[in-house]
C-alpha cells in the first residue's frame, strides 16, 4: 500500500497548557540563524551569547545555546546561515510533553536531559510525562 500523507507533530501535543495562549504570553518570535534544515515543532533552541539569536541547543556547543532557551511552536524551514524569525515558547508558566521535545543527539543520556529539562523549567516551563 502507498503512503497517502504523513503527519509531524502538532502544536497541542508538545505544549500541553500556557498561560494566556489568546495573547500568546508565553510566546515570542526570536531570529533564528543555524544550519539549514527544518525546525520541528517541539525542537529546544538555545541562544547564542554574543549575538543574542538562538539556534538548536546542543549540548558540546560553547556558544551559550547549549542551556535551552525555548522551543520551538510553530514549523519553520531554515535557509543555511541565514535570519529567520522563529515562533518559541520561552517563558511559563506552561508545560510541555517529555515526550514532544526533540532534543539533539549530542544529549545522549538521562544526566544531559535532565540539565535541558532544568533549564527549561527555570524558564516557567514544565516539563510534564505525558503522552
Do not use: F
Not at 48 to 53: D, L
Not at 54 to 65: F, I, L, P, Q, W
Not at 90 to 115: E, F, H, I, Q
Amino acid at each position: 500500500m502507498s503512503l497517502i500523507a504523513t503527519e509531524s507533530a502538532v502544536y497541542g501535543n508538545v505544549v500541553k497548557h500556557e498561560y494566556l495562549p489568546d495573547v500568546a504570553y508565553c510566546k515570542n518570535v526570536v531570529t533564528v540563524n543555524d544550519t539549514a534544515g527544518t525546525l520541528a515543532i517541539g525542537t529546544v533552541v538555545g541562544k547564542v551569547s554574543a549575538t543574542g539569536k538562538y539556534k538548536r541547543a546542543v549540548e558540546t556547543a560553547v556558544d551559550g545555546s547549549k542551556v535551552a532557551a525555548g522551543i520551538v511552536a510553530a514549523v519553520t524551514t531554515i535557509a543555511d546561515s541565514t535570519d529567520t524569525n522563529v515562533l518559541i515558547v520561552n517563558r511559563g508558566p506552561a508545560g510541555v510533553s517529555k515526550a514532544g521535545l526533540v532534543l539533539d543527539a549530542t544529549y545522549n543520556d538521562a544526566a544531559k536531559k535532565a540539565a535541558v529539562y532544568a533549564s527549561l523549567e527555570a524558564l516557567g516551563i514544565q516539563v510534564l510525562e505525558t503522552v
